[in-house]
């Protein structure tokens, strides 16, 4: 009886695409987060707790410099997924050849405006050397160009493709940190190691995408294209504050030890944040084509919703339960003292999961009115904690509350704009 419950259960994921797409790109999505925390897990224990807040302060940092880049994926995806639902490849590969000859020249020009102001960043964070922030900026080299051509695989939704590449290239990474922080560079030779292991996803990137290079090129729309860049570019940079900017305020306002502990809470924090991503992943291009072509993208919200939320409250249930062992497991001994904090650190993450299921949504059906609400949420975050910032306590409730007002207001958005979709019981 069992068996047959569950090969109806294998039958009904293999037949809904969606659940099919989400289950493939959450195995691959996970196994790359487990990859990531094997990083984290082992510079925590190589390198000091000031080297390790060091390291946090500067991948936050560079995932805000980074939203460009973001921006550009997710304009990528939007288009592909039309194109591919409406079968025109050759504007596919359109697509990847003109935004690849474009972004190149930009590339460069945004590596050598971040070379300029590497002093005045490392000076910021406190850190001692210039260095590491010189290595940062060399992935600004190869993070839009990798943009472009991950999003393809996004858009085209290959998403077995998708996870092999970034499994691959995060054994990469793992193995060249240990190498390079083993040989005596330190937090110099973790950030390399980043950098190169996206180098090497870059070129892997090409494999599974050879069959565009066949096709023949077709005018695409540039000015439309564009037009939508702009409410995807400020999504993603106030999502990105909202994610980032408390470690790089608390590393300004606090002492290096006390920097150090909350970067490792917000790496325990974050994992609600992926372990929910491979959803949110496999929803925008779903919705996005769904959209394109008068379907339902709201049946596709139910659905990443229901996973982000039972996922979310999942990881929560061992945080409030376990803090201490999940430290001593994932972090190391040395980090639990921010056991207490770590359940309530957490909430913010969940909230912040339903956040950017919403706001990738919308994005998906061409709705902008709510990238104002986030952009308050942002600024809201870093004006309190700037005011209050006594201990850490303050921070995360600081976190807690923007994250819930910010959802609130998402969710108020999304009803009032729902009426010009069919109606969908959330």
Request: charged share 10%; proline share 2%; aromatic share 16%.
């Amino acid at each position: 009886m069992n068996g047959d419950l569950l090969v109806r259960n294998i039958a009904q994921i293999k037949g809904d695409k969606f659940l099919s797409n989400s289950f493939i790109f959450f195995v691959g999505s996970l196994l790359a987060n487990l990859g990531n925390y094997l990083f984290h897990f082992l510079m925590a224990r190589m390198l000091t707790v000031e080297g390790y807040g060091e390291l946090q302060s500067l991948l936050a940092l560079s995932i805000i410099a980074g939203i460009p880049a973001a921006a550009l994926l997710t304009v990528i995806v939007k288009y592909a997924a039309s194109f591919e639902a409406k079968k025109q490849l050759n504007k596919v590969y359109s697509l990847l050849s003109l935004f690849t000859k474009r972004i190149l020249l930009i590339t460069i020009i945004f590596f050598v405006l971040f070379i300029f102001s590497s002093k005045y960043i490392a000076d910021f964070l406190n850190l001692i050397s210039v260095i590491p922030v010189l290595i940062l900026g060399l992935s600004f080299l190869i993070i839009f160009l990798q943009s472009i051509n991950s999003g393809i695989l996004q858009g085209l939704q290959k998403f077995k493709d998708l996870s092999i590449i970034s499994v691959i290239s995060t054994l990469f990474k793992i193995l060249l940190a240990v190498l390079l922080v083993k040989l005596g560079f330190a937090l110099n030779g973790a950030i390399g190691a980043v950098v190169l292991a996206g180098i090497i996803g870059y070129f892997i990137t090409f494999l599974p995408l050879k069959f565009l290079f066949k096709k023949e090129k077709e005018e695409i729309e540039t000015k439309e294209i564009f037009r939508y860049s702009f409410p995807v570019f400020f999504t993603l940079l106030f999502m990105a504050l909202l994610y980032n900017t408390d470690i790089i305020l608390v590393k300004h306002f606090f002492s290096p030890a006390l920097g150090g502990q909350y970067g490792a809470l917000t790496v325990l924090g974050h994992i609600i944040f992926f372990i929910g991503g491979p959803m949110v992943s496999v929803m925008f291009p779903m919705a996005s084509a769904a959209h394109s072509n008068n379907g339902n993208p709201a049946k596709i919200l139910k659905k990443s919703g229901i996973l982000v939320g039972l996922i979310g409250l999942g990881v929560l249930f061992f945080y409030f339960l376990f803090p201490g062992l999940v430290i001593k497991i994932l972090i190391g001994s040395k980090f639990l003292s921010i056991s207490n904090f770590l359940g309530w650190f957490g909430i913010s993450m969940f909230f912040y999961s339903l956040i950017s299921l919403f706001s990738q949504y919308f994005l998906a059906t061409r709705q902008i009115g709510f990238v104002y609400l986030i952009g308050i949420g942002a600024l809201l975050q870093a004006i309190l904690i700037s005011l209050f910032h006594n201990n850490l306590w303050q921070v995360v409730w600081i976190m807690n509350t923007v994250m819930l007002i910010t959802l609130v207001l998402l969710i108020i958005y999304y009803f009032k704009t729902q009426k010009s979709y069919e109606p969908v019981n959330l």
